[in-house]
């Protein structure tokens, strides 16, 4: 790849001040794979290096899969884009301040447009990523108790939506979860170590959480502060617990060859997973002019953000380019008008995910070094 030095520069670089501490990161274009490399360690205590198919606790890198899953559902007549929630989970009714109840549709939960949110005053209630017994009715009842945020649909706030999108859809196909998305997206990809079990314990990277002078192992529960001093809660042990709801926002494990095969399936129009309408859909802003003071130049897709203006959101992409993470350590985009997918997966959160690390690798995609390299 013609940037392949800079790439190699960026990584070794990050794992030498042991900003994370494995990564997987592959480039490709136009269908093909241009760079591949692995870095640093899957379980540093055991000195045992990463790989290409070490498999990853996924978090928000779940979101994409689930919404696919339902948009295939929909392009089926299985599910509507605008049906009410509640229709599918009579006890999802959560209100307004006021009292009111809103209807809350599919669209605004592929969106974030519902009214939910991720800071919730119930201790008990599940977001994904910390450890639970409760089921998708014993989880959902309690955040429908809670009040909206906002009037559905006249705001983008980051939430559960997706987590109560899976909650439909398993209900819809009187399935679980896992096998909705086996179904309709995971099977017929061949993303064969996606889902929400581990296919193989000896291929699972263990994960670690930001810390000086280097990322910590995780323990269960660890709590990671972020730069905004807010608190993210992990269970790593979560995926092995058989009573926790599948969550279809954060829940799912996979390498980084499965999710680059999701992002071309997308770039390169659907096939076989949804149509190429669908596709183009789903890749395109979906959100309007709703306010996202938190991503300048950056709008919403119904698999992820989509790039409006590179030069507000300070990036080299292309507009329409597509792009989200996973708070484990994980940053994803799709760039079709330079007919780029890039996966760039680590086992170190914050990091790996909201980082300086993926933003220097996708600069270095594009030929642009970072500004301070020994920084």
Same mark, same amino acid.
């Given at each position: 790849?013609?940037?392949? %030095?800079?790439?190699?520069?960026?990584?070794? %670089?990050?794992?030498?001040?042991?900003?994370?501490?494995?990564?997987?990161?592959?480039?490709?274009?136009?269908?093909?794979?241009?760079?591949?490399?692995?870095? +640093?360690?899957?379980?540093?205590?055991?000195?045992?290096?990463?790989?290409?198919?070490?498999?990853?606790?996924?978090?928000?890198?779940?979101?994409?899969?689930?919404?696919?899953?339902?948009?295939?559902?929909?392009?089926?007549?299985?599910?509507?884009?605008?049906?009410?929630?509640?229709?599918?989970?009579?006890?999802?009714?959560?209100?307004?301040?006021?009292?009111?109840?809103?209807?809350?549709?599919?669209?605004?939960?592929?969106?974030?447009?519902?009214?939910?949110?991720?800071?919730?005053?119930?201790?008990?209630?599940?977001?994904?990523?910390?450890?639970?017994?409760?089921?998708?009715?014993?989880?959902?009842?309690?955040?429908?108790?809670?009040?909206?945020?906002?009037?559905?649909?006249?705001?983008?706030?980051?939430?559960?939506?997706?987590?109560?999108?899976?909650?439909?859809?398993?209900?819809?196909?009187?399935?679980?979860?896992?096998?909705?998305?086996?179904?309709?997206?995971?099977?017929?990809?061949?993303?064969?170590?996606?889902?929400?079990?581990?296919?193989?314990? %000896?291929?699972?990277?263990?994960?670690?959480?930001?810390?000086?002078?280097?990322?910590?192992?995780?323990?269960?529960?660890?709590?990671?502060?972020?730069?905004?001093?807010?608190?993210?809660?992990?269970?790593? %042990?979560?995926?092995?617990?058989?009573?926790?709801?599948?969550?279809? +926002?954060?829940?799912?494990?996979?390498?980084?060859?499965?999710?680059?095969?999701?992002?071309?399936?997308?770039?390169?129009?659907?096939?076989?997973?949804?149509?190429?309408?669908?596709?183009?859909?789903?890749?395109?802003?979906?959100?309007?002019?709703?306010?996202?003071?938190?991503?300048?130049?950056?709008?919403?897709?119904?698999?992820?953000?989509?790039?409006?203006?590179?030069?507000?959101?300070?990036?080299?992409?292309?507009?329409?380019?597509?792009?989200?993470?996973?708070?484990?350590?994980?940053?994803?985009?799709?760039?079709?008008?330079?007919?780029?997918?890039?996966?760039?997966?680590?086992?170190?959160?914050?990091?790996?995910?909201?980082?300086?690390?993926?933003?220097?690798?996708?600069?270095?995609?594009?030929?642009?070094?970072?500004?301070?390299?020994?920084?």
């Amino acid at each position: 790849m013609q940037h392949g %030095s800079l790439l190699d520069h960026v990584i070794d %670089s990050a794992i030498a001040r042991r900003k994370i501490v494995g990564t997987v990161v592959l480039v490709a274009r136009s269908g093909e794979v241009v760079y591949r490399r692995t870095a +640093g360690f899957a379980d540093r205590e055991a000195g045992k290096p990463i790989a290409e198919n070490t498999i990853f606790r996924l978090a928000s890198v779940t979101k994409p899969i689930v919404a696919a899953t339902a948009l295939a559902m929909i392009e089926r007549g299985r599910l509507g884009l605008d049906d009410v929630v509640a229709g599918h989970l009579p006890y999802f009714t959560p209100k307004l301040p006021d009292g009111r109840q809103p209807a809350i549709t599919v669209r605004q939960l592929l969106t974030h447009t519902a009214g939910l949110g991720y800071a919730y005053s119930d201790p008990a209630i599940s977001t994904g990523l910390g450890n639970t017994d409760f089921d998708f009715e014993a989880n959902f009842t309690r955040v429908a108790a809670l009040p909206l945020f906002y009037e559905p649909g006249t705001a983008w706030q980051y939430s559960v939506a997706i987590d109560v999108l899976g909650a439909v859809i398993a209900k819809v196909e009187g399935t679980t979860l896992g096998e909705a998305a086996a179904r309709y997206v995971t099977g017929p990809l061949g993303m064969a170590d996606t889902g929400f079990a581990v296919t193989d314990l %000896s291929r699972l990277a263990v994960p670690y959480g930001d810390a000086q002078p280097e990322p910590e192992r995780m323990g269960d529960p660890h709590v990671v502060v972020d730069a905004n001093e807010g608190r993210k809660l992990f269970s790593p %042990s979560r995926i092995f617990n058989p009573r926790a709801f599948q969550s279809g +926002g954060a829940g799912m494990v996979g390498t980084a060859a499965d999710i680059l095969e999701f992002l071309e399936a997308l770039r390169r129009g659907g096939d076989p997973i949804l149509s190429a309408e669908t596709t183009a859909m789903a890749m395109r802003n979906q959100i309007g002019d709703l306010p996202r003071a938190d991503s300048p130049g950056m709008r919403f897709g119904f698999l992820g953000a989509v790039l409006d203006d590179p030069a507000a959101a300070g990036w080299t992409s292309a507009p329409g380019t597509v792009n989200w993470g996973g708070v484990y350590g994980h940053s994803w985009f799709i760039d079709p008008a330079n007919g780029l997918s890039v996966a760039i997966m680590s086992n170190t959160a914050l990091e790996g995910c909201t980082g300086q690390f993926p933003a220097d690798v996708r600069n270095a995609v594009y030929g642009v070094a970072p500004a301070d390299p020994d920084r």
